[in-house]
């Protein structure tokens, strides 16, 4: 299978099918062993879902038949040439031309070969020009073409960052996403991972308490990958873990745990306190199992079955032994958990609106009914696993989304629900080149009067 071809299906699974892009990426790499043929297909890939709306928008403007009603086949093609011609400088225009009627004639499409040859040569002479060439946006709906977002969108974020504030954000989700990692402290010093990394061919850089990898190819192909040396990990999502002071001993909950990245991360702290080392340290291979006992325990939940055996696959990976899986619904009360935990890590399900550069298919399916939805789910979730919060502990609540009812808003109905927790800080991460978007509270309970 050659490139483009692998590239049209992919469009096609995530763009009429719903698929996810990340995983369809992934499965589709399997048949393109080339290294630099993975590159240009998720660069393409990720680049025309990115700027679908601007891409589809100026196909438009040249296409006689709309291109809504275009075949699903021809549609996708015209979408890879565009965005080939408009952001891919290392392609000549006569190649994204030619190897897109070449496509389309593959494809059972040849009757549309003309059309599709005679858009893609008008829109590589810029017969008619880009509204926005020379100019900034000056209102929430042209920021929405710009920035290739439903307007709805645009409009939340102008109404409650500012219209600056707003393309700033829509610009950092149009970034690419690094590939960022967290080290696993209790098995090797990060000086040491990077060391090893470097000797498999991929150029690592600092960034705050992680690296950021470059010229990876397949993760999961890594000898340090498969001997759990590290964990795939945004740095925004390294901060529930961080901020919720976990101490040597603690009991830390992590309810809708899947993967498993937050949860590892409560366990090796646990296990890099109880090893008497500090992070930066040389680290043992592994702790035995008396060792491990001082090293507190994580429970990591989830409500299915699949859910969990990612995490128990990332454990076994990882090497932990203070950590076990299980399948529990976060809405359901444990009566065994109650008054239990040190530290209830509650990462829950969100509209996704801070990791559109990661996930850009998001935008294209969460709707403002769904943030009204996942907010009530939160609240029913919170109200119920805070109950597992012993005395003096935490609750750390947290979500990938920058919405005010799904943060701030279920912050003060909680407290305002439950007197017993007390507001410890509250922080929104802000989307750029290095960070997803995201949002983190750490409450404290004082008891109950």
């Not at 592994?286 to 299915?304: F, K, N, T, Y």
């Not at 976060?330 to 890590?345: C, L, P, T, Y």
């Not at 550069?357 to 609240?379: G, H, W």
Request: glycine share 8%.
């Amino acid at each position: 299978m050659n490139a483009r071809t692998a590239a049209l299906q992919i469009l096609i699974k995530v763009t009429e099918h719903g698929a996810y892009l990340s995983d369809t990426l992934r499965l589709h790499f399997k048949e393109l062993p080339d290294r630099q043929d993975r590159a240009f297909v998720s660069f393409l890939c990720t680049g025309t879902v990115k700027r679908l709306i601007e891409v589809d928008f100026r196909i438009n403007l040249y296409a006689k038949t709309k291109i809504k009603k275009m075949h699903p086949i021809v549609r996708n093609i015209l979408r890879m040439g565009a965005y080939q011609l408009l952001y891919m400088d290392g392609v000549p225009a006569s190649a994204a031309v030619n190897e897109s009627v070449k496509l389309a004639k593959k494809n059972g499409q040849a009757k549309a070969s003309g059309m599709i040859n005679g858009i893609l040569r008008s829109m590589a002479r810029e017969d008619k020009p880009w509204p926005f060439t020379g100019r900034k946006p000056r209102t929430a709906a042209e920021c929405a073409l710009v920035f290739s977002v439903p307007e709805w969108i645009a409009e939340r974020f102008a109404g409650r960052f500012g219209l600056e504030g707003a393309k700033e954000i829509l610009s950092a989700c149009l970034s690419p996403a690094p590939l960022t990692i967290r080290v696993n402290t209790s098995r090797i010093a990060p000086g040491e991972l990077a060391k090893r990394l470097a000797g498999e061919g991929v150029t690592v850089k600092a960034a705050d308490a992680a690296y950021v990898l470059e010229n990876v190819g397949i993760v999961e192909a890594l000898a340090s990958f498969n001997e759990g040396l590290f964990f795939v990990q945004d740095l925004s999502s390294m901060e529930p873990a961080a901020a919720a002071g976990i101490r040597p001993g603690d009991t830390v909950v992590d309810v809708c745990a899947a993967p498993g990245g937050k949860a590892m991360h409560a366990a090796d702290i646990l296990m890099t306190q109880a090893s008497g080392r500090d992070s930066g340290d040389a680290a043992d291979r592994g702790m035995a199992p008396e060792r491990s006992q001082a090293a507190g325990l994580v429970i990591a939940r989830d409500v299915s079955e699949a859910k969990v055996a990612k995490i128990r696959e990332n454990i076994d990976r990882a090497g932990f032994t203070n950590i076990r899986a299980e399948v529990w619904d976060a809405r359901v009360f444990d009566e065994r958990m109650a008054g239990k935990a040190d530290v209830v890590i509650a990462d829950l399900p969100c509209s996704g609106l801070g990791v559109l550069k990661r996930k850009p298919e998001i935008k294209f399916r969460v709707t403002e009914d769904d943030i009204a939805l996942l907010s009530r789910l939160q609240q029913e979730i919170l109200d119920t696993v805070c109950e597992y919060v012993t005395d003096g502990g935490k609750l750390v609540y947290s979500t990938c989304t920058l919405t005010e009812e799904e943060n701030e808003g279920n912050v003060r109905r909680f407290l305002e629900a439950h007197k017993d927790f007390s507001l410890i800080s509250e922080k929104t991460i802000l989307p750029d080149a290095l960070r997803d978007g995201f949002f983190v509270a750490v409450l404290k309970r004082y008891g109950k009067n």
